[in-house]
């Protein structure tokens, strides 16, 4: 029987060792205390001082900053396109990221953007564990943020416990409004800064200032505000613990050998309070003091192992490596360490870390052919695209000397920031009449001027005379063309006689 | 109740309600639910006091804010009216040709014409105005009455065979009905036009059918058969055929005479969508 078991909780001692508080912080998850269906159990996260809450301060800025400022930086693209940087221009059909401009039609880029952010993701997780979850993940930085202002305001852990078991009062009023009230303004900036991603940030501000945006804008902060406030404010932890699939997906990402918070048991155990002078012979490092548990946002005890809930956010390894100082014993009894390495340890071989594994050159690899197809297809991205629709409706058209006739609506695509004339042609087949409304009677290559950044539509009418006419359809090709690029699209011409 | 009655199985409170010995657990709602549940009855009080709300014998209760669907759409078809005001105008002064040679007026033009054929032509047209059985194709180049834009205006502005005085009119005689000709005759005249357009025909039913033709077709259709576009009379040479190209389609054409009808759109549809209509209808293909 353990140490542990013997003391019960009611006669455990305050201190875990000479200078260490005891805290009784439970694990919000412990198998003991797990039912079907069970309230909330409140977490009050105690403030850590370490490497690892730097790191998760300084990630917290710099995504922040990202998030609030990108859309005030400015990106010069002449007069044809608007000057911000990163623009999502819903009304306008264009997708602006710096030098990139995407339109609809070549949405296969976000999706190329998308697969690089996924194998990323798995890639880090496989070598580093989750480090999305734990540094980088909106849900974790705006809950890190709103339990810093409930910490400044309501004082750390224990005073925040005290707070909510206290009967109301003007004080406990006053805390709690105010705490509600900054997290509001968070989340109202957190919303306000979303819609500036979708049109010119200087003009949008100033009409929010004016009150005179529109209303679906207002709406969209609202919704958003509503969000952050809920998910980042009174949520939080079941957010990720509950409505994320990644912890799902996570557990096909990592394997034995991926790095994670870990509690060393080979080292740590058996547990049990300290005194000083005690030998430490005999028993693990861990003193029992639950100040892992008490530090934890999850509310969870990294002690019970690699587990759903732990977003890897390294705040255990802060309140443990403080501790391991104040009794001497060197630091790291909690890390980020893996599984395989712990097995070692036990069965007393060295501990190694192994990134180099098949899944992670696998991810390397997707990863790398993956953003070079991007690359490529960014750089040779065509500035001229057509597209054409036949008509189907009615599919051809008889005339009365017997020529049939049919229509195609050509979508005529000048990507670049300048006015520029196409020659447009036609293949495979031989026309009696080519007719562009609008332009009359043409002959092939005709020139088209299209307008900088523009789409124009243009109705051709391909008219073949009876003694040219081929059974069933004939394969036919329209080509847009400024000498420098070509774009072919092909497509059919129906006769309207069976093949 | 004085002491709580917990069930041993489950650990959760019962309600003290007992049937057979089966205990009814006490799980209430879940405190946010029944907020949401109290939050909407304050939301219905607010709205019956606001909207229109409840029906009385003559009518209903408005509400304070006195909102009506109908006054809604009513105002919002008058401001696109509104927002168009300045292209209709554009368009009410300026002839066919010059709509079609200014392009902004143009797409304008071709935009409030689709939609205009959709809502008035297509039911007899079709959607692509492809025609019908009885019902001209107007995307080719045959045109009953002419395929010029001032042609189509027309048209479109009087109908055909219509209630409009000054109407598009013309009457092919039922020859087989009201016995004109004889059957046997109709029959020559059908090999007759089979020949006109070309075809392989009974040689000496065209022998016989063509003074018929000439006494009774030629007034209209013209003597070689070619139309005539004053009284609507189709070109029979040509491969187009409104009511069907075999010979039974012909014979019955020539026995019963059918004639369709247009309504006239003059007062039904204003003079500029008129316009659109006969611009859009000349864009098809077939314009002349």
């Known amino acids: 029987m353990s140490i542990h078991a013997v003391i019960t909780r009611r006669e455990a001692p305050t201190m875990a060792a000479q200078g260490v508080e005891r805290s009784d912080a439970e694990a919000s998850n412990s198998a003991a205390n797990r039912k079907f269906y069970k309230s909330r159990v409140p977490i009050y996260p105690k403030m850590v001082h370490g490497t690892f809450r730097r790191i998760k301060w300084v990630v917290m800025a710099i995504t922040l900053g990202i998030y609030y400022l990108t859309p005030w930086i400015r990106w010069d693209r002449g007069a044809s396109a608007p000057n911000q940087a990163v623009l999502v221009d819903l009304a306008h059909e264009r997708f602006y990221f710096f030098f990139i401009e995407i339109w609809p039609q070549e949405v296969y880029y976000i999706t190329g953007l998308l697969i690089l952010s996924a194998v990323s993701l798995f890639l880090a997780t496989a070598l580093f564990g989750r480090l999305w979850c734990g540094y980088t993940c909106p849900q974790t930085v705006w809950t890190d943020l709103f339990i810093y202002v409930e910490n400044l305001i309501e004082g750390d852990r224990s005073a925040r416990i005290r707070l909510a078991a206290e009967p109301w009062s003007a004080q406990k009023v006053v805390k709690r409004v105010s705490k509600h009230a900054i997290w509001l303004v968070i989340a109202l900036a957190t919303g306000g800064a979303w819609v500036f991603y979708f049109t010119d940030a200087p003009a949008l501000a100033h009409g929010l200032l004016t009150g005179s945006a529109s209303p679906v804008i207002y709406a969209a902060i609202g919704v958003l505000t509503f969000t952050t406030y809920s998910l980042g404010g009174l949520m939080r932890e079941q957010v990720c613990t509950y409505m994320c699939p990644w912890p799902r997906i996570q557990g096909a990402m990592t394997d034995r050998d991926a790095l994670s918070v870990t509690y060393r048991v080979d080292r740590g155990e058996k547990r049990g309070p300290h005194k000083k002078g005690q030998p430490w012979e005999g028993r693990g490092h861990c003193i029992d003091c639950n100040q892992c548990v008490a530090a934890c946002p999850m509310g969870i005890d990294i002690r019970d192992g690699l587990q759903l809930e732990c977003i890897n956010c390294g705040l255990c390894i802060d309140a443990c490596d403080e501790v391991m100082g104040k009794i001497d014993l060197p630091k790291g009894l909690i890390a980020y ?15 190694r870390f192994r990134f180099v594994r098949p899944r992670t050159v696998l991810y390397t690899v997707v990863l790398v052919v993956v953003g070079a197809v991007m690359l490529l297809g960014l750089a040779t991205r065509k500035t001229i ?61 005709t020139k088209i001027s299209v307008e ?20 069933g359809s004939s394969e036919i090709e329209f080509t847009a063309s400024d000498h420098r690029e070509t774009r072919r699209v092909e497509a059919v011409f129906v006769s309207g006689a069976a093949p | 109740m004085s002491k709580k009655d917990v069930d041993q199985h489950t650990g959760t409170e019962t309600t003290g309600h007992e049937w057979d010995g089966i205990k009814e657990l006490n799980t209430p709602l879940p405190r946010w639910w029944l907020g949401i549940f109290y939050a ?47 292209k209709e105008h ?42 019908g059985h009885g019902y001209p194709n107007l995307n080719d180049d045959v045109w009953l009455w002419g395929g ?30 009201d016995n004109i000709l004889k059957p046997e005759q109709i029959d020559d005249l059908t ?27 030629a007034a209209c259709h013209g003597p070689a058969g070619k139309g005539n576009r004053q009284f609507g009379a189709p070109n029979l040479t040509d491969n187009e055929w409104l009511y069907g190209p075999t010979r039974e389609d012909i014979h019955d054409q020539i026995w019963y005479g059918r004639g369709g009808v247009m309504p006239t759109w003059g007062g039904r549809l204003s003079p500029e969508t008129i316009k659109s209509l006969a611009v859009y209808v000349h864009s098809l293909g077939g314009g002349e």
């Open chain 2, 90 to 131: 554009e368009l009410d002064h300026a002839t066919l040709e010059q709509i079609q040679a200014n392009p902004d007026l143009l797409q304008f033009a071709l935009a409030e014409g689709k939609a205009a054929f959709g809502d008035n032509c297509a039911p007899c047209h079709g959607s692509g105005a492809q025609g």
């Open chain 1, 385 to 445: 695209d057509l597209d054409v629709l036949r008509d189907r409706n009615p599919n051809f058209v008889t005339l009365a000397d017997g020529a049939v006739r049919n229509a195609y609506t050509l979508k005529v695509m000048n990507r670049a920031d300048r006015a520029r004339n196409f020659w447009l042609s036609l293949e495979g087949i031989k026309p009696r009449i080519v007719d562009v409304i609008g332009l009359g009677n043409v002959t092939l290559p």
């Open chain 2, 148 to 177: 010029k834009l001032e042609d189509i205006q027309h048209t479109i502005t009087v109908g055909v065979r219509s209630t409009a005085p000054d109407t598009r009119q013309s009457q092919m005689p039922s020859f087989g009905r």
């Open chain 1, 452 to 471: 900088a950044d523009k789409v124009r539509t243009l109705r051709v009418l391909v008219t073949v005379a009876p003694r040219d006419l081929k059974p």
């Open chain 1, 337 to 351: 360490d893996t599984d395989a390495n712990v097995q070692r340890r036990l069965r007393g071989e060295k501990a």
């Open chain 2, 191 to 217: 090999e007759y036009v089979v020949h006109l357009s070309g075809r392989a025909a009974d040689a000496k039913a065209v022998a016989r059918a063509t003074k018929l033709f000439a006494d009774n077709c």
């Open chain 2, 40 to 86: 909407c009855i304050v939301w219905a009080v607010g709205y019956w006091v606001l909207m229109p709300a409840w029906p009385l014998v003559h009518g209903y209760t408005h509400g304070l804010l006195n909102h009506s669907q109908r006054d809604a759409v009513t105002a919002a078809v008058q401001q696109l009216k509104d927002a168009r005001a300045a």
